[in-house]
Nanobody
């Protein structure tokens, strides 16, 4: 069973940076593709970025491209989301998600592509 625990959220001024972490429990870290989603108040949960199980492939939503970097550390069973040049519109609850896959390059981009979710971490960007 995979469990995900996010951390690293908080309050930051516009233009600042944050690094979110998602620790994955279980023995199957190398078999799962990971993603980050976010949900702003009153809005749907949107895909932010994803990384393949091998770590060789990443994908970013246009809204964060150039400002975000996703990475994974197999030894720590952790996926990171580094966010720079933060904007007030980045304010949201950020969720990490995982799905098992046989493909080394697969990255899901829909909520329905993922089977496991963390509890979320709040990111608030003040102007």
């Amino acid at each position: 069973q995979v469990q995900l625990v996010e951390s690293g959220g908080g309050l930051v001024q516009a233009g600042g940076s944050l690094r979110l972490s998602c620790v994955v429990s279980g023995r199957t870290f190398g078999s799962i593709s990971m993603g980050w989603f976010r949900q702003a108040p009153g809005k749907e949960r949107d895909f932010v970025t994803g990384i393949s199980r091998s770590g060789d492939t990443t994908y970013y939503a246009d809204s964060v491209k150039g400002r975000a970097t996703i990475s994974r550390d197999s030894a720590k069973k952790t996926v990171y989301l580094q966010m720079n040049s933060l904007k007030p519109e980045d304010t949201a609850v950020y969720y990490c998600a995982a799905t098992y896959t046989l493909s080394n390059s697969y990255i899901g981009r829909l909520e329905s592509d993922y089977s496991h979710w963390g509890q979320g971490t709040q990111v608030t960007v003040s102007s």
